[in-house]
Every structure is written in structure tokens, then in C-alpha cells.
């Protein structure tokens, strides 16, 4: 049974333009979620996370939004820059279980 | 600081064998986990500790060990090496259970 599930294997975009990532979750009353970004041969690491009390949370050009009702989150990205091509994988905090990955392709 | 390491980077096996995958973090960080990533899917937990002395399954424990005797080490152990634990395998770790993880480079195991 997965709980988090990011359902866009991938997505390319140009650069200058917004990226959107998508995950969406279940069985998650009080918690909250965190993106990780992931480069070639190298680990995870943190980029942004949301509290289940707040709606939105931001850091310079990364804007995460949180749905309760509909059990969604999702990740902007904008500007998008050719270096934010990577995975980006949505978690949830209190298990750290984590999505399957969005490969995000920016174009130059 | 080191952040978390895990050794080796590259391990080829034969089926059937075993090893220890090694890793230890310098953060003095009460929790550790451990994920393997198969090629194009995401992170699947292991196990994971919550400080030493306490280890429990994640959601793809079988043929897989842990232990957890000092808070800086959790090793990764495999009995006997099947062709399905080809895998990257990730180790992390976070303070506690309200924190972001720190993860380590990966171990890249093939079992042929």
C-alpha cells in the first residue's frame, strides 16, 4: 500500500518557466512532508518541508502548497535553472516513507 | 563534519554470500534509517532505529539485518545474497522524529 505517491515519473521544462511537482498522500491527519532533491550518484538531500498546519511554505524560488482536504502537496519551482535537474522525491515525516520520484529535466 | 558515510561504494556479489553494509554518522543523531533504490523507482525502507539498541522493519525487511550497539553505527547486514537485493542502498540519518534526514553517499551492490 503506498501512502505517498508522486504518480509523474517525470517532467521537463524550459528554463525561466514554473516546474510543478506533484504528490499526493494517504492515511496523514497531523504530520508533515518534506522534498528531498537527488543529483546522479549521490544521496538524497533536504530541500523544503511543510507543516500539516500551514497551507504553504516558501524558500526563495521553492514554494511547496499543501492540500489537506484533497491530500495533495505539491513543489514550485520558479524560476526553473538547467541545475535544478534532478529527482525530487516527496517524504512524509512521521514514517519516512517516501514517493517514488519525479525526474525533473530543465531545458536551457 | 563527515555527515553520514557508508562503505564501500561499489560491492559486486555472488549469490549466496554475505556482507555488512557499513554506516556511521558524526551528528550524534538518534535516528537511522535505511532505504534501497532499484533503478527508476523511489526509496523503500528497510529498517530503522530510533536509538541504540532499538531496531524495527520498514516495509521491505526480508533478507536483511540490522543492529544498532553505539549511536553513530548502523550496519546493513546480508545473509545470503540474491539477485533481487541489486540495488543502491542508502543509509540516513535526522535527530529525531520531527527533523529533515541527512543521507550518505549509497552503496551500489550488484548480486550476480
Known amino acids: 500500500d503506498q501512502q505517498v505517491k508522486q504518480n509523474s515519473p517525470s517532467l521537463s521544462v524550459q528554463e525561466g518557466r514554473i516546474s510543478i511537482l506533484n504528490c499526493d498522500y494517504t492515511?496523514?491527519?497531523?504530520?508533515?512532508f518534506l522534498w528531498y532533491k537527488k543529483y546522479p550518484a549521490e544521496g538524497p538531500t533536504f530541500l523544503i518541508s511543510?507543516?500539516?498546519?500551514?497551507d504553504k511554505n516558501e524558500d526563495g524560488r521553492f514554494t511547496v502548497f499543501l492540500n489537506k482536504s484533497a491530500k495533495h502537496l505539491s513543489l514550485h519551482i520558479v524560476p526553473s535553472q538547467p541545475g535544478d535537474s534532478a529527482v525530487y522525491f516527496c517524504?512524509?515525516?512521521?514514517?519516512?516513507?517516501f514517493g517514488a520520484g519525479t525526474r525533473l529535466t530543465v531545458k536551457p | 563534519n563527515a555527515g553520514v558515510t557508508q562503505t564501500p561504494k561499489f560491492r559486486i556479489l555472488k549469490i549466496g554470500q554475505s556482507m555488512t553494509l557499513q554506516c556511521t554518522q558524526d551528528m550524534n543523531h538518534n535516528y537511522m534509517y535505511w532505504y534501497r533504490q532499484d533503478p527508476g523507482m523511489g526509496l523503500k525502507l528497510i529498517y530503522y532505529?530510533?536509538?541504540?539498541?532499538?531496531?524495527d522493519k520498514g516495509e521491505v525487511p526480508n533478507g536483511y539485518n540490522v543492529s544498532r550497539s553505539t549511536t553513530e553505527d548502523f550496519p546493513l547486514r546480508l545473509e545470503l545474497a540474491a539477485p533481487s537485493q541489486t540495488s543502491v542502498y542508502f543509509c540516513?540519518?535526522?535527530?529525531?522524529?520531527?527533523?529533515?534526514?541527512?543521507f550518505g553517499q549509497g552503496t551500489r551492490l550488484t548480486v550476480v
Open positions: 540516513a540519518s535526522r535527530t529525531g522524529g520531527d527533523t529533515e534526514a541527512f
Open positions: 492515511n496523514s491527519m497531523f504530520d508533515y
Open positions: 517524504a512524509r515525516n512521521n514514517d519516512m516513507r
Open positions: 532505529s530510533v536509538g541504540a539498541g532499538i531496531t
Open positions: 511543510i507543516s500539516s498546519i500551514k
